[in-house]
């Protein structure tokens, strides 16, 4: 017994040097946060506290390469840049083309690696298999006859779930009118905060979180939150020539209306609740693929606006629509991904904000 107990302490020992030894050096932590667990930083203030890991110089400073930067913002004290303005003002590192856009090339732990159809698919599968937050079967029943779309939904029960109240509260926060100017408030942004805690807690996210990393899509969890906020929630124009008006968020799972359509629209738990509010008009069904989730396309009114195709998942938790749609967004840009339900064909299509610097979703949904 004792001898056992020798050995248990010393696996428990060499467990902890091992995890100590990881925590003092940078790969994978350049820009962290403050973390007062950790016995060395890896950020701007390391320099002046004099506390920075031992490779923190090589690791987070090497100006000359894009390891770890594709779609960083202008750095002034870096000699090239890795996003994709570079190629207009000439200042691209030297392996920008082969690290931050051929999505192929594994010699560099932190740049993208090419996502196979195959692998789509079964993140996609994954992400819905472990989604704790997508409705029961009996929680959503659609009508039979066509005069609304839903029959019945469980919302008392949803509501209890913030998958659905934090989601719920983000969708006043926004004017669906395109052309005109958006802002949020302070509150409006501590809800997306608020929003983005929760969901990054969730197994959906999580697992997503995985995928990405071992991709090289994401070197941490600060950068993977900023990933999804830069995506989502960052405002932008949607005309060149507009004010600010518009976000992945708002475009995909709120919609929005222009002179006399609607566009984007791509959530049926906004859907339902406009519907229930009475500003929305279910138009007729046009088709569905019978998968696990289930994908259905509509036609809508929206405030007298029509929309004659609307597609959207059936049943699934917000975080699942936004997993599905970043992964897609991030691996097949301005084209269709090919993802397959159980065997059946529902591609997204994914387009970006191409009039402004740096990848953020200009709309993402199922096409059928």
């Given at each position: 017994?004792?001898?056992?107990?020798?050995?248990?302490?010393?696996?428990?020992?060499?467990?902890?040097?091992?995890?100590?030894?990881?925590?003092?050096?940078?790969?994978?932590?350049?820009?962290?946060?403050?973390?007062?667990?950790?016995?060395?930083?890896?950020?701007?203030?390391?320099?002046?506290?004099?506390?920075?890991?031992?490779?923190?110089?090589?690791?987070?400073?090497?100006?000359?390469?894009?390891?770890?930067?594709?779609?960083?913002?202008?750095?002034?004290?870096?000699?090239?840049?890795?996003?994709?303005?570079?190629?207009?003002?000439?200042?691209?590192?030297?392996?920008?083309?082969?690290?931050?856009?051929?999505?192929?090339?594994?010699?560099?732990?932190?740049?993208?690696?090419?996502?196979t159809d195959d692998e789509l698919s079964q993140l996609a599968e994954e992400l819905y298999d472990v989604d704790s937050n997508k409705a029961a079967s009996s929680?959503?029943?659609?009508?039979?006859?066509?005069?609304?779309?839903?029959?019945?939904?469980?919302?008392?029960?949803?509501?209890?779930?913030?998958?659905?109240?934090?989601?719920?509260?983000?969708?006043?926060?926004?004017?669906?009118?395109?052309?005109?100017?958006?802002?949020?408030?302070?509150?409006?942004?501590?809800?997306?905060?608020?929003?983005?805690d929760y969901i990054l807690t969730t197994p959906v996210m999580v697992t997503l979180k995985t995928f990405l990393k071992q991709k090289g899509y994401a070197s941490?969890?600060?950068?993977?939150?900023?990933?999804?906020?830069?995506?989502?929630?960052?405002?932008?124009?949607?005309?060149?020539?507009?004010?600010?008006?518009?976000?992945?968020?708002?475009?995909?799972?709120?919609?929005?209306?222009?002179?006399?359509?609607?566009?984007?629209?791509?959530?049926?738990?906004?859907?339902?609740?406009?519907?229930?509010?009475?500003?929305?008009?279910?138009?007729?069904?046009?088709s569905s693929v019978q998968t696990s989730p289930q994908v259905l396309k509509v036609r809508l009114e929206w405030f007298g606006k029509s929309k004659p195709q609307?597609?959207?998942?059936?049943?699934?938790?917000?975080?699942?629509?936004?997993?599905?749609?970043?992964?897609?967004?991030?691996?097949?840009?301005?084209?269709?991904?090919?993802?397959?339900?159980?065997?059946?064909?529902?591609?997204?299509?994914?387009?970006?904000?191409?009039?402004?610097?740096?990848?953020?979703?200009?709309?993402?949904?199922?096409?059928?």
């Amino acid at each position: 017994m004792g001898t056992l107990r020798r050995h248990v302490s010393l696996i428990l020992l060499s467990m902890l040097i091992n995890a100590s030894a990881n925590e003092d050096f940078c790969d994978g932590r350049c820009g962290d946060s403050l973390d007062r667990t950790r016995s060395c930083q890896c950020n701007s203030a390391c320099q002046r506290y004099g506390d920075c890991c031992e490779d923190y110089v090589d690791c987070c400073l090497v100006s000359d390469f894009c390891n770890g930067r594709c779609g960083a913002y202008i750095d002034g004290t870096r000699s090239c840049q890795c996003n994709s303005a570079c190629q207009r003002y000439n200042n691209c590192c030297e392996d920008y083309v082969e690290c931050c856009l051929s999505a192929c090339n594994i010699e560099y732990r932190h740049c993208p690696v090419l996502i196979t159809d195959d692998e789509l698919s079964q993140l996609a599968e994954e992400l819905y298999d472990v989604d704790s937050n997508k409705a029961a079967s009996s929680d959503v029943i659609l009508e039979d006859l066509g005069v609304q779309l839903f029959n019945y939904v469980n919302e008392a029960s949803l509501l209890q779930n913030p998958s659905y109240s934090l989601f719920l509260s983000l969708l006043d926060n926004y004017n669906p009118y395109t052309g005109q100017l958006e802002t949020l408030s302070s509150d409006e942004l501590s809800e997306i905060d608020q929003y983005l805690d929760y969901i990054l807690t969730t197994p959906v996210m999580v697992t997503l979180k995985t995928f990405l990393k071992q991709k090289g899509y994401a070197s941490s969890d600060s950068a993977y939150r900023g990933l999804l906020d830069d995506l989502w929630f960052q405002l932008y124009p949607r005309s060149s020539f507009g004010p600010v008006d518009s976000s992945g968020f708002e475009h995909v799972m709120v919609g929005e209306l222009k002179t006399s359509s609607v566009t984007g629209f791509h959530n049926w738990f906004r859907f339902y609740q406009l519907e229930k509010a009475g500003s929305l008009t279910y138009k007729g069904f046009r088709s569905s693929v019978q998968t696990s989730p289930q994908v259905l396309k509509v036609r809508l009114e929206w405030f007298g606006k029509s929309k004659p195709q609307s597609s959207f998942f059936l049943g699934t938790s917000p975080e699942y629509d936004m997993a599905v749609y970043t992964v897609c967004a991030l691996a097949r840009t301005n084209s269709r991904c090919p993802i397959k339900l159980a065997g059946k064909s529902v591609p997204i299509q994914t387009y970006d904000v191409a009039h402004k610097s740096g990848l953020q979703i200009a709309t993402s949904y199922s096409v059928i």
